[in-house]
Structures are given as structure tokens and as C-alpha cells.
């Protein structure tokens, strides 16, 4: 998806989340910001720690880092 929106939007700079390539699922194309599947977030951290692990460094360490008007878009998709 990454590879998609960055040909799509070649003059455009996103800034990317290291290491959740594979839970991008768009771009806002009012913001130019990134979109996340905070589900899929969460399974790429869960690979490594426990679903309780994965949720608390993702709430603390991901969706809550302010990195300017470029911050990604965390779309929570999960309501299980």
C-alpha cells in the first residue's frame, strides 16, 4: 500500500511509522497524512508481546507521539 500512495502522491512527503508498513490503509488526501489500521498496529506488535503489552506501547508510544502536521492518522478499526 505504502509503495501505491507514495507513486500516486510522488511529490508528496508522508511521514511513515517505522516498522507498520503493513498496517497503512490510505492517505488523507485533505491532510496528505498517512492512515493506520490500528488493528493491524496492534498484530504487527502482538508478533513480539501480549495483546495487553502490545496496546499499552502502541497507546503510549505510537498514537500518543505529536511528530508535527504530518502525524499519521491512527483509525481505530477494532470494536471486538
Known sequence: ML???IDCYE???????DG???AII???SNSMRLI???KKCL???MQEMTAEEAR???DFNVSGAYMGENTPIW???DFE
Open 11 to 17: 511529490d508528496e512527503e508522508f511521514l511513515i511509522a
Open 26 to 28: 490510505g492517505v488523507d
Open 36 to 38: 493506520y489500521s490500528v
Open 75 to 77: 483509525c481505530e478499526d
Open 56 to 58: 499499552e506501547h502502541f
Open 3 to 5: 509503495e501505491a500512495i
Open 20 to 22: 507498520f508498513d503493513d
Open 43 to 45: 498484530e504487527i506488535l
